[in-house]
C-alpha cells in the first residue's frame, strides 16, 4: 500500500526520528535568516523557484478536482473565502489578511517541525505555524515532513470556520496542560484522528476534514471508498486510548457529526479524564472495542503488520 502524506502530531515523532527532523528542521533555516524565539521566520517569498510553484499548482489542481463531493462544505467554504492561490505558493501575509478579519487566526512561517511546547503556544495564541518549503518532483504522493502544501491547502481553510478555529486554539491550550500532565500521547491521539484524519457524517454522506487526508489524492479514496478501515463514530475517550499509524493510511476513521460536537469534546477538564484512561489498556489501531459506535467494521484488507504508535 502506498503512503498517504505527511502529517504532525504533536509528540508522535519522539524518540527515534528527533534527529532526523532536527536536520530537517535546520535544512528548512535559509543561511542568514532570523529564527525568531517562538521558532518562526519571515515566509521567504523570493525563495521559491518555478518548479516549488509548478508542484502547488499541480497538487492544488489535482486535489481541488479529487475532493469535489468528497470534502465538507466547511474546507470547501473556507478555500473559496480565502482566495487562496491556485498557480503559486500563496503568500502567508495575504492569506492572513482574510483569515485575521474572520476568526482572529494567522498563518506563521517556521523551517520544519516544531517542538510540542511551541506548537502548542501558537495555537492557543492564534497561530498555525505552517512550513514554508515545498516538497520537491519526486515526492508528489509521499513525504514524510509536512510542507506548505499540506499546512496551508490543508489546513488553513478550516481556520475559517469560526467553531473549528475555536476548537484548534481549545487544543493548543490543552496541549499545554497535557505536557505538564505527562498526557501528551493522548491528548495526540486526539489531533491525529480529528485535526489530521477525521470524517465528518452529513446529509449527503460522509465527507473528508481532516488535513492529513485531503492534502493525500490515495487517502482521499481510500479514506471514503475503501472497505478495508473501520469507521467509527467519535468518542474521545475511545480515540485518546486508540494507537495510529504514521507511515500506512489509516486502520480506523472516527467520524464527527458536526464541528460543534468536537469542540463540546474538548470543554471538560481533560485532568481526570486522563487519569481514568492511564489505567486502561490501549487500543490497536485497527481495533473494534465494546461499546464503539460502529458505522462499518472494515475488512483489514491490505493492512500493514507492522506497530501502532
Ligand atoms: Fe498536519
Redesign the pocket.
Known amino acids: 500500500m502506498s503512503i498517504a502524506m505527511a ?2 502530531a504533536p509528540g508522535a515523532f519522539q524518540g527515534t526520528l528527533t534527529d532526523k527532523l532536527k536536520e530537517q528542521f535546520d535544512a528548512g533555516l535559509l543561511s542568514g535568516q532570523e529564527l525568531r524565539p517562538d521558532f518562526t521566520i519571515a515566509q521567504p517569498v523570493h525563495r521559491y523557484t518555478s518548479i516549488d510553484h509548478a508542484i502547488w499548482r499541480k497538487l492544488y489542481e489535482r486535489q481541488a478536482e479529487m475532493l469535489r463531493g468528497r470534502v465538507s462544505d466547511e474546507f470547501l467554504q473556507g478555500l473559496a473565502t480565502l482566495g487562496m492561490e491556485k498557480d503559486r505558493v500563496p503568500d502567508f501575509d495575504q492569506l492572513n489578511e482574510t483569515l485575521m478579519r474572520a476568526t482572529g487566526w494567522q498563518v506563521v512561517a517556521v523551517p520544519g517541525l516544531v517542538p510540542d511546547e511551541v506548537f502548542f503556544e501558537h495555537l492557543a495564541n492564534r497561530r498555525f505555524p505552517a512550513s514554508w518549503w515545498m516538497r520537491k518532483p519526486e515526492q508528489l504522493d509521499y513525504l514524510q515532513e ?1 510542507d506548505c502544501f ?2 496551508v491547502f ?2 488553513v481553510p478550516l481556520l475559517i470556520n469560526p467553531v473549528f478555529a475555536d476548537y484548534m486554539e481549545a487544543y493548543g491550550k490543552g496541549g499545554l496542560k497535557a505536557a505538564g500532565l505527562g498526557a501528551l500521547d493522548m491528548l495526540s491521539r486526539l489531533y491525529w484522528y480529528t ?2 484524519f477525521g470524517l465528518i457524517r452529513t446529509e449527503q454522506g460522509l465527507r473528508i476534514y481532516g ?2 487526508i485531503v492534502s493525500s489524492q490515495g487517502e482521499s479514496i481510500y479514506s471514503l471508498d475503501s472497505a478495508s478501515p473501520n469507521r467509527i463514530g467519535f468518542d474521545v475517550r475511545r480515540i485518546m486510548r486508540t494507537r495510529y499509524r504514521i507511515d500506512t493510511f489509516q486502520k480506523t476513521y472516527f467520524v464527527i457529526d458536526s464541528f460543534e460536537q468536537l469542540f463540546d469534546a474538548t470543554r471538560p477538564d481533560f485532568a481526570p479524564l486522563y487519569e481514568e484512561l492511564r489505567a486502561q489498556p490501549t487500543l490497536g489501531a485497527g481495533d473494534v472495542a465494546p461499546g464503539d459506535q460502529v458505522l462499518n467494521v472494515g475488512t483489514r484488507e491490505g493492512w500493514a503488520d507492522t506497530e501502532d504508535i
Open positions: 502529517t504532525e509536512p499540506h499546512d490543508g489546513h485535526v489530521e488535513a492529513g
